[in-house]
């Protein structure tokens, strides 16, 4: 079966970053998006990007240009995102997703979460 | 503030039925087809409905959506207290930069 296992939770200072890795098993990876969404304490969800493992290719939302990159390792079927230039309000559980295609997009299978903590 | 509008919380005794609407734009749901997550504390979403209406395998017909022009609803019936959850639209927003996921801001689900 499907699974996305993501990375252990992170603390780290305003101004550093953190790169969080998102495993992915029971299917072929290279065949789906892998999208990253977050969700600070108490608030709703918010889509921070996708990668296509296949071509590596991503699509960031524009909030996050410039500070999040999206890469994966096909070898071990893993996607990473690594977020730059850490704020307070970048405090937030950091969710991969499947991406998958049938009339329409939706996400299908989702990691664990893993929790960022920005804290000086 | 959310691209798409839900109402931050509903009600409902058991057994009843509840409706959450979902409320967007050309460039978001009236274009492009809307899912609906369920999420419970401290665990991540799950999907509940794909392609404004369809149910994923082992979602029970209790779990309902429907779309008309750019509102979405999800509809849950025979309410049970393990409904407690928020639960959330989405879809993709073509008016956004080259293209952008869009969420509502979540609806709180009370069986009283």
């Known amino acids: 079966q499907v699974h996305l296992v993501q990375s252990g939770a992170e603390v780290k200072k305003p101004g550093a970053s953190v790169k969080v890795s998102c495993k992915a098993s029971?299917?072929?990876?290279?065949?789906?998006?892998i999208h990253w969404v977050r969700q600070a304490p108490g608030q709703g969800l918010e889509w921070m990007a996708w990668i296509n493992p296949n071509s590596g290719g991503t699509n960031y939302a524009q909030k996050f240009q410039g500070r999040v990159a999206m890469t994966r390792d096909t070898s071990i079927s893993t996607a990473y995102m690594e977020l730059s230039r850490l704020r307070s309000d970048d405090t937030a559980v950091y969710y991969c997703?499947?991406?998958?295609?049938?009339?329409?997009?939706?996400?299908?299978?989702w990691g664990q979460g893993t929790l960022v903590t920005v804290s000086s | 503030q959310s691209v798409l509008t839900q109402p931050p919380s509903v009600s409902a005794a058991p057994g009843q039925k509840v409706t959450i609407s979902c409320s967007g734009s050309?460039?978001?749901?009236?274009?492009?087809?809307v899912s609906w997550y369920q999420q419970f504390p401290g665990t991540a979403p799950k999907v509940l409905i794909h392609?404004?209406?369809k149910r994923p395998s082992g979602i029970p017909d209790r779990f309902s959506g429907s779309k008309s022009g750019t509102s979405a609803t999800l509809g849950i019936t025979g309410l049970h207290t393990g409904d407690e959850a928020d639960y959330y639209c989405a879809t993709w927003d073509s008016g956004l930069n080259a293209g952008e996921w869009v969420f509502g801001g979540g609806t709180k689900l009370t069986v009283l």
């Open positions: 029971g299917y072929t990876f290279t065949g789906y998006y």
């Open positions: 392609d404004d209406n």
């Open positions: 997703a499947r991406g998958i295609y049938t009339s329409g997009w939706h996400f299908d299978y």
């Open positions: 050309s460039s978001n749901i009236g274009n492009n087809y």
